[in-house]
């Protein structure tokens, strides 16, 4: 096939022009596969493809996925004085693209790129810095449709061209019910995913319009003029997308220096993967740059160094490798033993025990002991999972709100007795749940005034956004919300307020006073499970017993009596529990799922938000929904669960 420069090809190439030599090739191994699919289902972004669809009646769409085809029955609707076309096709030179809405009207062209990304704003000015440039958040999409704009402006010489980005209004609620039910996805195959919409499309139907259209012709004159960044390019826009087209049509290979997002780079191999002959695009890179051998590769890098925040000024002076990492290139406090663990010590604390391959875990014992003696029994271990979808489910409810789906709960109590006491999980299509699972929570919650646990800042964020909604809603609709909102301030803390109760972060503990190398450069809950479980005697005697269970010692709420935690690998290491779980997809890669990127920030969770996605937005068999919720349950126990485990180290230590 004629190797075109499309949009998703243009987008990769804004990320790293290198990323087009590798694309598409079954020898480098793409651990992103699937990520434009599974983000744009957790985020209800083919739903919002399909509302905009809805917003035009009468457009005629475009389907067939052969290139020729397309642009031949574009051309064809093209005749018509006044069409709406969806996925309209434009071929010319070396570039291809396909637009998700062309509204024409004479010569007269409405360019219509539809993204699920939110806008609060009201004009292209609200995607500008305060210096006045392109805000990097907004930098993939205007370069998007500005790269569409010029590809048209090119095939259609004569025609007058405007270009608009339709995303999701913040600012707008839905004044209808049931908006989100009306899109399904039914299917994912051929490269294609299919909405059946149900029921009624007109504008009783749909409401008053959730999705704003915002012209950024400015915009694309700015990135066409070079305007956009403070940091003039070494060419200009069309010579640039020239020289993409140029060597992707010519499976050339675009050199350029090695930098720090280097480290992110999907196409990477693990060693069983280069073992079966396959390649890493990312060493490949790093060899024919530095001239590296594989040994340069098996010392640790510093992309493995925690909450580092001057990689790119370190591999510009030429450091690669944590054991290259001075005290003072971190900062002052590197060495400093008079305080605890902040970033900087934190960050020294790696270096020296990663280069000196130490193998034991740092601990604070002293510390660890002066909070832990403040602490109220019973403790209360909770995890939430959350959503936040484009289309809202209920009216009055705007795109992107916090939707909290499950939580779960264990009681730790005074004897040292440990019970999976309570979760939650909504399963019904299409309800908004954060009213009532914030009354379950208050169940649980308030039986006593034991401390309240959590993991990260997660779960304040998303209880003061739902006090928030709390706020805003009647009290004909939530005859309870006075008492709720209290219950959220008494477990929460805000810029002006802290609860009674405010729930204990585990996470800055664990920053605080401990480290192991199995960590790494992450404190993320389940790197931490593996260091604790590894190194324990005590949680691996104890749970290598079947002690867990619906009837065992300890109760569970969704494990068969005599589940064993503790496992053992070939090598005699610990299995992660949640490799014992079976996986919540049949159709992905879970650890992807895992680590989705929304936003461009990690989203914990993101496996649960997926699955959760696909019982909400996808057809499935009454099987397939049992086994997710199954799974749902047993994953989210596990979280909870695995901050009992981090609790008993602590007490064992």
């Keep these: 096939m004629p190797r075109y420069l499309t949009k998703s090809r243009f987008a990769l190439a804004l990320e790293c022009p290198a990323k087009l030599f590798y694309t598409g090739k079954d020898e480098y191994p793409n651990r992103k596969s699937d990520n434009e699919f599974l983000e744009a289902l957790a985020k209800g972004g083919f739903q919002v493809g399909a509302l905009a669809k809805c917003y035009y009646p009468g457009g005629q769409e475009i389907d067939t996925l052969d290139h020729e085809q397309a642009v031949e029955q574009t051309n064809e609707l093209l005749e018509q004085e006044d069409v709406v076309i ?37 004009s292209s000015s609200d995607m500008l810095n305060k210096s006045g440039y392109l805000d990097s958040d907004w930098k993939k999409y205007v370069y998007d449709v500005a790269f569409q704009k010029h590809v048209i402006s090119k095939a259609k010489p004569y025609w007058k061209i405007k270009a608009f980005l339709m995303m999701a209004n913040k ?7 049931g908006l989100n039910q009306k899109f399904l996805l039914r299917d994912h195959v051929d490269d294609r995913n ?3 919409v149900i029921g009624g499309t007109s504008s009783e139907d749909l409401g008053k319009e959730i999705l704003i259209r915002v012209n950024v012709d400015d915009l694309c004159d700015m990135i066409y003029e070079g305007r956009d960044s403070k940091t003039a390019s070494e060419m200009g826009f069309e010579d640039y997308i020239n020289h993409l087209a140029d060597h992707y049509w010519n499976d050339e290979k675009i050199i350029l220096p090695v930098h720090a997002d280097c480290g992110k780079c999907e196409f990477q191999a693990t060693a069983e993967e280069e073992q079966d ?59 400093n033993d008079d305080i605890k663990l902040i970033r900087q010590s934190r960050q020294w604390l790696q270096v020296q025990r990663t280069i000196n391959g130490d193998p034991d875990p740092y601990i604070d014992i002293d510390g660890l002991k002066e909070e832990m003696e403040s602490w109220k029994y019973p403790l209360h271990m909770i995890d939430f999972e959350t959503s936040a979808v484009a289309v809202p489910f209920y009216k009055g409810r705007r795109p992107y ?35 009532e699972f914030i009354r379950k929570l208050k169940d649980e919650l308030t039986q006593d005034q034991g401390s309240v646990f959590r993991y990260a800042s997660h779960e304040n964020t998303i209880l ?19 008492d709720l909102i209290e219950f959220i301030r008494l477990i929460t803390h805000s810029a002006n307020h802290k609860g009674d109760r405010d729930m204990i972060d585990l996470l800055e503990l664990v920053k605080l006073f401990y480290w192991h190398p199995i960590m790494g450069g992450s404190n993320g809950l389940k790197s931490v499970l593996p260091a604790v479980l590894n190194c324990s005697d005590y949680i691996k005697n104890k749970y290598y017993q079947h002690i867990y269970g ?3 010692e300890i109760r569970s709420l969704n494990f068969e009596d005599g589940w064993r935690w503790i496992q053992y690998d070939d090598e005699g290491k610990v299995i992660s529990p949640y490799k014992l779980l079976p996986p919540l997809f049949e159709d992905f890669d879970q650890e992807q799922a895992e680590n989705l990127l929304i936003d461009d920030k990690l989203a914990d969770g993101g496996a649960a938000m997926t699955a959760y996605a696909m019982m909400q937005f996808t057809e499935m068999s009454q099987g397939e929904r049992e086994r997710i919720i199954e799974g749902l349950l047993r994953y989210c126990e596990l979280d909870t669960m695995a901050m009992v485990f981090l609790w008993e180290y602590f007490m064992n230590v």
């Excluded at 493995?304 to 003072?328: C, N, P």
């Excluded at 709100?401 to 499950?406: P, S």
């Design 401 to 435: 709100e916090d939707t909290a789906f499950q939580f779960s709960h264990h009681v730790i109590y005074r004897d040292g007795s440990i019970e999976h006491k309570g979760q939650y999980l909504n399963v019904e299509r299409g309800v908004f749940p954060n009213y």
């Design 86 to 122: 969806f996925e309209a096709a434009f071929q010319i030179g070396r570039f291809f693209i396909r637009a998700d809405i062309i509204e024409k009207k004479g010569n007269s062209v409405n360019l219509i790129e539809v993204k699920s990304k939110s806008f609060d704003g009201n």
């Design 194 to 196: 299919y909405i059946e």
């Design 277 to 335: 002959g396959k390649i890493s695009g990312f060493k490949e890179c790093w060899r024919n740059q530095l001239g590296w051998q594989e040994q340069e590769f098996e010392r640790p890098m510093i992309f493995e160094l925690w909450d580092f925040r001057d990689k790119q000024k370190s591999i510009d002076q030429g450091i690669y490798h944590m054991d290259q990492v001075t005290a003072d290139r971190i900062g002052k406090n590197a060495e």
């Design 171 to 177: 600012n707008a609620a839905a004044t209808v019910d």
């Design 464 to 482: 003061n956004h739902i006090r928030i909604q709390l706020q805003e809603i009647s009290i004909s609709d939530v005859p309870d919300k006075h």
């Design 550 to 552: 619906k009837n065992s």
